[in-house]
């Protein structure tokens, strides 16, 4: 089976099937001016193709072939952007009916073909079945019959590569510049970005990068490249309104930065690539984003508490809560940031004593504008740990409670820390004693700021009445 389909491939003979209204012309990969794609967060892009040819006047169908597989046929449009009045599209088809060894013998099956043998004589033969094969010859059925197999012609619905087909009435005499645009699966990216902090742990460096996956089964050829990020809705039969077809036009390579430019559009932010860029089919690639030096951080110990400590008698010590470790900084202007971050994980990296930078945490980020702050979670805290001892529990009256904890916060490290107690109070409360200063960021929440001394301890007792 192996050599009867290596040798239908061989020596298939192509015919070109003539159009329904004259010739049958092709216009591709070569006739390519400019191509700029959108790509959206979501498996989705937005290709923009625009080609140049020269057709007769009259009514003929054109191939546009070398276009994404993973094409929706119901998103396509083309236009003449030399003269859109003389061009009009009578009818459209998308051909993705690819030619293959095994379709080419499906399409002959009930048909009439040639076996050839090695000493230059051939058997008529009808192809019954493409499992085996299974052939008739002289009113025999064969199976596997030895021979090379010769198909007459090219069956006229086969084509070599997605193509879109257009019956067009053209009136114009001159070359067209047209472009057809469309959306095609199989075009993600993403964002993703390193942060190295400094010895202090109070300054960092971050840079951002966008990595961009192709398998829509096309390759964009120096392509003006734009990212949208963002979640649009997306209508079940994928009717996707005309309005996301985003302009695009970049600058050419030899006086381009490179760098991304940010822009707000309708509610998301569009990212446009200062140059152009090649996405081979099939191949993952990664732009920089943004680079900011000297970027603020704060670290911050978060003792988180539960609310359901509130509810229930429990007493005993609960010692298996971390202290969690937080990086916040802030995206704004003065911390040369104050771009749209678009979401993304976040890699965080410190020099250890050698000079080595090591992975300390790593964490995602949403969707982020300018001028709002990120809070990165890195982990747990080795050296700080905490302990919760419920002192009292008393019910005084229908669904009236009160509560004291006793939170105990050791530091084992050699530098004096400062460690934020969040607790969740639910229902209606009132603090009734507490060792610390307090505050209510949130109607059910308290906030306590510790400070630990090096190699030592704090403890905050505080007692709450509360009713649900």
Do not use: C
Not at 241 to 264: Q, T, Y
Not at 396 to 424: A, C, F, M
């Amino acid at each position: 089976m192996k050599r009867l389909v290596a040798w239908l491939l061989l020596v298939s003979v192509p015919a070109t099937a003539p159009a329904a209204h004259g010739a049958s012309l092709a216009v591709g990969r070569g006739a390519q001016t400019e191509v700029m794609v959108t790509v959206y967060n979501g498996n989705l892009g937005l290709v923009k193709d625009v080609r140049q040819a020269q057709w007769p006047t009259g009514i003929h169908e054109i191939q546009y072939a070398d276009v994404a597989s993973l094409i929706d046929p119901t998103s396509v449009h083309l236009k003449s952007l030399t003269d859109p009045s003389a061009l009009r599209i009578l009818e459209q088809n998308y051909e993705y009916d690819l030619l293959s060894s095994d379709k080419l013998m499906e399409k002959y099956v009930g048909k009439k073909v040639r076996l050839y043998q090695t000493d230059g004589t051939y058997n008529e033969a009808t192809l019954l079945s493409t499992a085996g094969p299974i052939l008739e010859i002289n009113g025999q059925i064969h199976i596997g019959h030895h021979g090379r197999l010769v198909l007459p012609s090219l069956p006229d619905n086969l084509v070599a590569k997605p193509t879109l087909l257009w019956l067009l009435r053209n009136q114009a005499a001159a070359a067209q510049k047209v472009q057809a645009s469309y959306l095609t699966r199989g075009l993600n990216w993403k964002a993703d970005y390193v942060m190295v902090v400094d010895a202090s742990e109070t300054k960092s460096d971050l840079t951002g990068w966008v990595t961009i996956d192709n398998k829509s089964g096309a390759t964009y050829s120096n392509a003006a490249l734009k990212l949208v990020a963002g979640t649009i809705n997306r209508a079940e039969e994928a009717r996707v309104p005309r309005a996301l077809e985003v302009a695009s036009k970049a600058a050419s390579m030899s006086d381009a930065s490179r760098d991304f430019k940010s822009e707000g559009f309708f509610e998301y932010h569009l990212y446009t690539l200062d140059g152009r860029t090649t996405l081979k089919d099939n191949q993952t690639k990664q732009l920089t984003l943004l680079a900011a030096n000297g970027v603020t951080v704060q670290k911050q110990l978060i003792y988180y508490g539960a609310q359901d400590y509130y509810r229930t008698s429990y007493g005993m010590p609960m010692s298996n809560q971390k202290v969690g470790v937080y990086l916040e900084l802030k995206n704004s202007a003065d911390q040369r940031l104050g771009v749209p971050l678009p979401k993304g994980k976040v890699r965080v990296y410190k020099a250890d004593a050698s000079g080595s930078q090591q992975l300390i945490g790593e964490d995602w980020i949403e969707h982020t504008p300018k001028d709002e702050k990120v809070k990165l979670k890195m982990g747990d805290a080795f050296d700080v740990v905490g302990e919760r001892t419920q002192k009292d529990w008393r019910k005084i009256g229908t669904n009236l409670y009160e509560v004291e904890w006793e939170i105990s916060l050791r530091n084992h490290k050699k530098e004096d820390q400062t460690v934020t107690v969040v607790e969740p109070v639910p229902g209606d409360w009132q603090v009734l004693a507490s060792t610390h200063a307090w505050e209510k960021p949130e109607a059910h929440t308290l906030r306590f700021t510790i400070p630990v001394t090096k190699e030592g301890a704090a403890k905050l007792v505080y007692r709450v009445r509360l009713r649900f």
